[in-house]
């Protein structure tokens, strides 16, 4: 029996298959899938008024019973839209859940700080949330502290504060947020799901996040990362469609202003999948489109392909880096596995980037590629960074190379002086 004041409910499916797949490739870290069952506390919001069922719900309402929108529902500013309790199905009946952002003049009322969620799921498990336009909040949905939620057939876009708040300031605001959060699974089942044009991330995986799914959705032209995930493991990325780095698509009261114009420019929102010192993560059959997919930091064991099918990135590349601050710790034992890569756009270069922040540490070391198909316009594969002379060895195995033309070509390596560090075989080098 659970303690007062929490629920348990059992692992997700999704939580099941990640488990049983990482014991059976070795990954390190099987005991934190230990827990039979996900207990979580689950508190009532002070003064919410309650509705579902057949009490109608509107803006600040927690909702209590399974819930399908008779009609789209306003919010003033500041305001949370809808709070969920777990084992709740909210229908929004292809109905609209909107704050109160100012988008002709970017949501500068949406301020750091301010609680404002479309969709709030905190310490909620076995909950549903689906068929919902979600927009003008300071995130679209926010799940914290969840277990076993599910998010199907939602369209969550125009979130966030488009200002940065200082000059060179980063934007605020996020489609879908996961902090501290286990087993969740975003899905679209209808086809229905696109997370679009939200003012930083599309979806965000904070540190504890674990365990969760993206599938079959559409995550698109939000302003900085598509994919955003720090200090998380064993998620799960399936047949998604991933689009960044529009052209023109850009607002011009931003300060400074940000336009989307390129990947090796490292303007906004060119960034489809940006893995931050995470582990054990999988990304299957997804395409990424004038994107870059960045593993940076101390990533590790995570695998770009798996069972057969690897991923697409058409107009960016796939980069291995640094952290970006001491002790610039790299990535390291990642594996690639048959990933096509094309990236041929005017002053775009490479398909794969080893990248280094600081000259005394070492290179991403251990990362395998093998069996990829890479067409770029300046050589394969770069090493980047002067007098970098340790780290590596990183493996290139069984690709083929063309050129910009689609000749076929030699695969190169930037720097032929320093070859340790990126080894070349005819083999595949993973199963």
Known sequence: MAPEGQRCVRPSRTEVLLRHRSRALGFRGSSRWALALLCVLVPRAAGAHTCGGTTACACGDTVARNYTLPSDIGCPQRATGLTVTSGVTVDGAGHKLTGAGDLPHGNDNITIGSSVYGVYLRAVTGATVKNLDVSRFRQGIRVYRGGGNTIADVQIHDNGNFVALTPGGNHDGYGVAFVKSKGNTVTS?????????????????????????????????????????????????????????????????????????????????????????????????????????????????????????????????????????????????????????????????????????????????????????????????????????????????????????GDTTVCAISDPNRPSLVTQQSAPCLP
């Open 189 to 405: 089942p209808g086809g229905q799901t696109v997370i679009a044009a939200n003012a930083d991330e599309g979806i965000h995986f904070g540190t504890g996040s674990s365990g969760n799914a993206v599938v079959d959705s559409v995550i698109q032209f939000n302003e900085e990362e598509q994919l955003y995930l720090v200090n998380t493991q064993l998620n799960l990325f399936l047949n998604n469609t991933v689009r960044a780095g529009a052209p023109g698509y850009c607002r011009g009261n931003q300060v400074p202003t940000y336009c989307c114009t390129g990947v090796d420019a490292g303007t906004c929102g060119t960034v489809g999948a940006y893995v931050k010192n995470s582990d054990q993560n999988v990304f299957i059959g997804n395409g990424f489109y004038t994107a870059a997919v960045i593993f940076i930091g101390d990533s590790d064991h995570n695998d770009f392909g798996r069972d057969g099918r690897g991923n697409m990135i058409d107009g960016g590349r796939l980069e291995f880096q640094q952290l970006e601050q001491s002790p610039f710790s790299p990535p390291h034992d990642n594996r690639v596995y048959r990933a096509s890569i094309t990236n041929t756009a005017a002053g775009h270069r490479y398909c794969v980037h080893f990248k280094m922040e600081s000259p005394s540490a070492p290179l991403p070391y251990g990362n395998a590629i093998s069996e990829a198909a890479l067409q770029c316009n300046t050589g394969q594969v770069a090493v980047d960074g002067p007098g970098v002379t340790s780290g590596g060895p990183n493996a290139l195995c069984a690709a083929t190379c063309r050129d910009a033309s």
